[in-house]
């Protein structure tokens, strides 16, 4: 197996708080000025104090697609997408170690929150986003939860961990209804069916199982080569998608539900994929599967045999945390880097990288392509600048635009500021 995958980060990574394994750098971020670059030397950038850098692997939008809430250590980060900040963080000794997955009820009250101790013990955490306190936890896991699920009619969690057993409590009685085993070391992927009569496992077994979500008997169970780090329900309601990871082939498959021994292979390729979501936008006739990838990168998959084009670069190590807003319009990657970046889901456009300056703190940074920033204190921006008259200050004035950051977010298309 691709060492890592499993968990997206070694086993026994971030056991320890990460001020205490990795160190401080330098955020720099260049500005797309006219001429830059070109002939008269012009050159803008800004730098900000950044890390340690802490992985970011789960992601979940809001229902109205308004907030990202991403993982981080010992905490879950709120982040208000229309005003473009760091709007909550949800913590108070509530997890422990790295946040793994997210998820949400349906009626979006409710945030599940799964992590643990790699090696000791997985935990499974609700928390009434009102209030921002526990209202249940779930510790049948032997081993760090990796993977969650909600069905689609928000009565069902599952869990998915360092182990071979996928979890599935009641949500509302808030006790475990089923234990389904087989999965080798560790189940990578826990995904319910769009009409939530079946519940998609996979793991280190090599195998989804689909299993009937009334009995909880096991309905089918397809091999696949190697590893399967995620699987995914089609949109239509037809098809799986699943993440293959191992020694021997990285692939994305999608199995049929009608036939489930016809297995298609969408996309083969020198890439691992670590996390595989589909799109969610309803006009859209192909659906477009996108994963995260080992090479840092967001890819989109739309058929097989179709070269899965770059959807999104810029991450600096693997793409680990994704997700699609309800309305299909954004993509959003966590990555190893300790990052999460915005895209537009019609055409790839980078629209903002969001990071947690420093881990457990209120310091943070919003920053778009053109250069509009916001951030918890805009002094901490220090300016790098070759061929530019302008002064620091009045740099800092221009760029710290929340009305054109909010644009930005939105969709829009904006050039910088016209600068001296």
């Known amino acids: 197996m691709l060492a890592g995958v499993g968990l997206c980060v070694p086993a026994g990574a971030q056991s320890t708080k990460p001020s205490e394994e990795l160190n401080k750098q330098t955020l720099v971020l260049p500005i797309p000025l006219p001429g830059s670059g070109g002939k008269d030397g012009r050159d803008l950038r800004y730098a900000i104090s ?20 991403a993982g981080g250590y010992g905490e879950v980060l709120v982040w208000d997408l229309v005003k473009g900040k760091l709007a909550r963080r949800i ?54 939860v990796q993977r969650l699920a909600v069905s689609p009619d928000g009565q069902f969690l599952a869990a998915g961990a360092a182990e071979p057993n996928v979890y599935v409590w ?94 298609r292979v969408f996309y083969s390729g020198g890439t691992a994929p670590l996390r595989a979501v589909w799109s969610t936008r309803p006009n859209r006739k192909a659906k477009r599967l996108y994963i995260g990838c080992n090479d840092n990168t967001v890819r989109g998959i739309v058929g097989p045999g179709i070269p899965p084009p770059v959807v999104a670069r810029g991450h600096s190590d693997w793409v680990c945390g994704l997700a699609v807003s309800p309305n299909g319009r954004r993509i959003a990657s966590g990555s190893l880097d300790g990052t999460v970046r915005l895209w537009n889901e019609a055409d790839g456009r980078p629209l903002a990288l969001l990071a947690q300056l420093t881990p457990d703190t209120d310091e943070w940074l919003v920053a778009t392509p ?42 829009k298309k904006l050039a910088p500021p016209t600068i001296k």
């Open 50 to 69: 950044f890390g340690p850098a802490v992985p970011v692997s789960a992601l979940v939008f809001s229902a109205d697609g308004k907030q990202l809430f």
């Open 370 to 411: 053109p250069g509009f920033l916001a951030a918890s204190s805009v002094n901490m921006v220090q300016w790098r600048a070759k061929g530019i008259a302008t002064a620091p200050a009045d740099l800092t004035a221009a760029f710290a635009d929340s009305e054109s950051l909010r644009k930005v977010l939105a969709g």
């Open 170 to 263: 009641n949500i509302a009685e808030r006790k475990l209804v089923a234990t389904l085993p087989g999965h080798g070391a560790a189940a990578g992927g826990v995904a319910f069916s769009i009409d939530g009569k079946q519940l998609a496992t996979g793991g280190t077994d090599r195998r989804v199982r689909l299993w009937d979500v009334e009995s909880w008997k096991e309905d089918a169970s397809i091999a696949m080569p190697e590893p399967i780090t995620d699987v995914a329900f089609c949109p239509d309601g037809q098809q799986i998608g699943v993440a293959v990871a191992g020694p021997t082939e990285w692939t994305i498959r999608v199995v049929r539900l009608a036939n489930t021994k016809e297995v």
């Open 91 to 144: 913590r108070g000794g509530l997890f422990d170690g790295a946040v793994r997955d997210l998820a949400l009820t349906d009626d979006g009250k409710l945030l599940i929150v799964g992590g643990g101790v790699p090696g000791q013990a997985g935990t499974v955490v609700l928390v009434d986003l009102r209030t921002g306190k526990q209202v249940a936890s779930f510790t049948e896991p032997a081993d760090v």
